[in-house]
C-alpha cells in the first residue's frame, strides 16, 4: 500500500557542496548519506520529520550509474538541466504485493534489493521495484520499502528524525511537490494508469493526495522552475528559495510531535 511520497532524488554535481547550499540557503541540514556501491552513485540526505527525506545525489562513475534506473535518471538530470529533480519515490510497506498486482498489468518490473553502506561501515537496505517506462520528473516514480533497522531506519532513529531541530530552527517535513509539465491532464492520466493515484483538476492543475503528501502537476508557463518542493515547519515567516534547480517554499505550519508511522 503506497502511503505516501518517501524521498525525492536531487542530482547534483557535487552533494557535498549542494548539502552546503541546502543549509545556508534553506535551513536544512543534510546530516546523512553514503555510496551506493558499485551502482556509481553517491549521496547526502536531509532527512525529515514525516519520515520522508531530500536525496542529493552524485555520480562518480557515469557508466555505472547508466546502468541502474536512479543512476540513469540522475545522468540524465545532470547532463540536460546541470542537476535538479532526477525522479521521486513513494513508500509502500507492503511492496512485494503491490509490484505484483502492477506487474500483472505491465506497469512495474520486479521487486529489487538495495543496499549502500554508511561511513560508519553499516548497510542501509531498501527494496525498490521500478516502473516499465524511464524515470524522470514527468514519469511514474518508483516504489521503495525500506528495512526499518540500524541507526537511519529503526525507531529511535525515526523518533530522532522527528524531533530534529534543523538550522530553520525547527523540524521540517515535506508537504506538497509540484512537477512542470506541458500537459498536466496527459501525466495525471498516465500516473493513474500505472500506479492507481486519483487526480482531480483544480483549473489547470492535475492534484492528488498522496497519503499524507500533495502531488501537484502543474502547467509549465505557470512554473519559473521544473519542480517546487513545499515544506512545512514552525517558523514565524515563510520563505522561498530556488536552489539546485528547483524552488524549495517553506510554509508556517504545527508539526506534531510524533513518531513518524511506519506500520
Known amino acids: 500500500m503506497i ?22 540557503a534553506v535551513g536544512l541540514s543534510a546530516s546523512g548519506g553514503g555510496r551506493h556501491v558499485g551502482r ?3 549521496n547526502r540526505i536531509a532527512w525529515l520529520a514525516d519520515g520522508s527525506y531530500l536525496e542529493l545525489i552524485g555520480v562518480d562513475d557515469r557508466e ?10 540522475a545522468v540524465r538530470a545532470l ?20 509490484a505484483v498486482a502492477l506487474g500483472a498489468i505491465g506497469t512495474f518490473g520486479p521487486v529489487t534489493h538495495g543496499w549502500r553502506e554508511r561511513d560508519d561501515g553499516e548497510r542501509v537496505e531498501w527494496w525498490t521495484s521500478f516502473p516499465t517506462t524511464e524515470l524522470g520528473p514527468e514519469s511514474a516514480p518508483f516504489l521503495i520499502e525500506h528495512a526499518y533497522t540500524g541507526a537511519e531506519w529503526g525507531i529511535e532513529a525515526l523518533a530522532e528524525r522527528a524531533r530534529f531541530t534543523h538550522p530553520i530552527g525547527s523540524p521540517v517535513a515535506l508537504a506538497r511537490l509540484d512537477i512542470a509539465a506541458s500537459d498536466p491532464p496527459l501525466v495525471a492520466a498516465s500516473l493513474h494508469d500505472q500506479l492507481g493515484i486519483d487526480f482531480w483538476a483544480v483549473a489547470d ?12 502537476v502543474v502547467p509549465t508557463r505557470e512554473m519559473a522552475v521544473p519542480a517546487v518542493v513545499t515544506l512545512a515547519a514552525e517558523i514565524e515567516s515563510p520563505r522561498t528559495v530556488e536552489l539546485l534547480g528547483l524552488r524549495f517554499d517553506v510554509e508556517r505550519a504545527h508539526l506534531p510531535a510524533a513518531v513518524p508511522d511506519r506500520s
Do not use: N, S, W
Not at 64 to 73: F, S, T, W
Not at 205 to 216: E, K, P
Open 79 to 98: 547532463e540536460a538541466r546541470g542537476g535538479g529533480l532526477a525522479t521521486y519515490a513513494l513508500r509502500d510497506d507492503d511492496l512485494e504485493a503491490t
Open 205 to 216: 492543475l492535475a492534484v492528488a493526495d498522496v497519503g499524507a503528501h500533495v502531488l501537484r
Open 40 to 42: 556509481g552513485t553517491f
Open 3 to 24: 502511503r505516501g511520497i518517501d524521498h525525492l532524488v536531487i542530482a547534483c554535481a557535487d552533494p557535498d557542496a549542494a548539502a552546503r547550499e541546502l543549509e545556508t
Open 64 to 73: 555505472a550509474a547508466l546502468d541502474q534506473p536512479v543512476g540513469a535518471a
